[in-house]
């Protein structure tokens, strides 16, 4: 329990940090079309520099594979549609620690009011996922976007897709 509190506090460090570097946004020009980098940069700058460190994190284990690379920039997306205030991140994490199996159920609908936070975390690969695709992004990359915060069981859909999608979750939460 105290690491994920530590791993929250650190986190929450990270979204006060300043806009990427010029370095880091020269590797996201290599990665990712025209069409998605715009949306990149429709990102907060918590959420661009949160996206750049699973980036780095995937490379620094090896990983080329462009689809799983543009997912990792790309998988908050979602989170553009309606943008959450610092508040609201805090209490939809306090909320999944404290409430884990009601927050899936808060989590549904329209994200209005209390439930807003809730709402936003929990569809927020969904939306991602379309916003990706109407920018013309691949299959696979909207996939791993749509797909980055579910637990799936093995075999679906493939064996190598699974690997890939576990590596950018775990790369996902702890950066």
């Known amino acids: 329990m105290s690491s994920k509190v ?7 460090w990270q979204g006060l940090k300043r806009s ?11 990665v990712l079309f025209p069409e998605e980098r715009n949306l990149f940069q ?6 661009q520099n949160h996206s ?3 980036f780095r994190s995937l490379q620094t284990q090896g990983e080329d594979d462009p689809d799983l ?3 990792a920039l790309l998988h908050d997306l979602g989170k ?4 959450l205030r610092r508040w609201e991140r805090v209490f939809a994490v306090l909320a999944a620690g404290l409430f884990p199996r009601r927050v899936g159920v808060w989590g549904e609908g329209k994200p209005t009011g209390l439930r807003r936070p809730l709402v936003i975390v929990r569809q927020h690969p969904q939306w991602g996922a379309d916003l990706a695709e109407a920018a013309g992004s691949s299959p696979r990359t909207v996939w791993f976007i749509h797909n980055h915060e579910k637990d799936l069981p093995e075999g679906s859909p493939s064996d190598e897709e699974l ?8 790369a996902d939460n702890t950066n």
Not at 23 to 30: I, S
Not at 42 to 47: G, I, R, S
Not at 80 to 83: E, M, S
């Open 42 to 47: 429709q990102l907060p700058t918590a959420d």
């Open 163 to 170: 690997f890939l999608l576990r590596k950018l979750q775990k």
């Open 80 to 83: 553009t549609r309606y943008p």
């Open 52 to 54: 750049l460190r699973v």
């Open 20 to 30: 990427p570097r010029e370095g880091d946004l020269e590797a996201v020009n290599t």
């Open 69 to 71: 690379l543009k997912a």
């Open 6 to 12: 530590n791993y929250r506090v650190w986190q929450f």
